[in-house]
Antibody
Framework: EVQLVQSGAEVKKPGESLKISCKGSGYTFTNYWVAWVRQMPGKGLEWMGIIYPGDSDTRYSPSFQGQVTISADKSISTAYLQWSSLKASDTAMYFCARGYYYSDVWGRGTLVTVSS | QSALTQPASVSGSPGQSITISCTGT?????????VSWYQQHPGKAPELMIYEVSNRPSGVSDRFSGSKSGNTASLTISGLQAEDEADYYCSSFTSSNTWVFGGGTKLTVL
């Protein structure tokens, strides 16, 4: 079964760092792009960026460029989304999704809560 | 880049058809046939319903169809069923080699 398994919910304080993960299985991880999508509480989907694990080619939405870092470790079929200094406004559900022109497989999401 | 424009809500009775529009620009929807549509039930991950404007993934009901004219794409759901009640999002590839979502449309089945 093709699936993306995301890491568990996180509760952090403002200013802390965080790295969440998305592990692909059931397919050749290096052959498909992986995107990250944010959904703030009660709001819509926002495309953050995308990475090709085969060569780590990465693109960011202008809205998220410089705010987060997307990376991948192809040896363990895992993509990452990280923050160096969280803000309360980073509180959201974060989804990873497979695909370039469309996303046919989605992770269940990682809920990140940032609160003092 | 601005989000694509979708109606905030649409509604219909069981058995009826509804259409959700998704308006972009000549730099996204109008420029490429890379428009996709996603269904999201509360508390769940999005699910791909339509890709490349009008293609249905395996397993998606043929009651769902997509089209595009100029800078506006559309999702039509025919024979509305209770389980179709969900949020729907369009997405498009852009000339910046990035992607953009619509603001989402809440479908209510009356």
């Amino acid at each position: 079964e093709v699936q993306l398994v995301q890491s568990g919910a996180e509760v952090k304080k403002p200013g802390e760092s965080l790295k969440i993960s998305c592990k692909g299985s059931g397919y050749t991880f290096t052959n498909y792009w992986v995107a990250w999508v944010r959904q703030m509480p009660g709001k819509g989907l926002e495309w953050m960026g995308i990475i090709y694990p085969g060569d780590s080619d990465t693109r960011y939405s202008p809205s998220f460029q410089g705010q987060v870092t997307i990376s991948a470790d192809k040896s363990i079929s895992t993509a990452y989304l990280q923050w160096s200094s969280l803000k309360a406004s980073d509180t959201a559900m974060y989804f990873c999704a497979r695909g370039y022109y469309y996303s046919d497989v989605w992770g269940r999401g990682t809920l990140v809560t940032v609160s003092s | 880049q601005s989000a694509l424009t979708q109606p905030a809500s649409v509604s219909g009775s069981p058995g009826q058809s509804i259409t959700i529009s998704c308006t972009g620009t000549s730099s996204d929807v109008g420029a490429y046939n890379y428009v996709s549509w996603y269904q999201q039930h509360p508390g769940k991950a999005p699910e791909l319903m339509i890709y490349e404007v009008s293609n249905r993934p395996s397993g998606v009901s043929d009651r769902f169809s997509g089209s595009k004219s100029g800078n506006t794409a559309s999702l039509t759901i025919s024979g509305l069923q209770a389980e179709d009640e969900a949020d729907y999002y369009c997405s498009s590839f852009t000339s910046s080699n990035t992607w953009v979502f619509g603001g989402g449309t809440k479908l209510t089945v009356l």
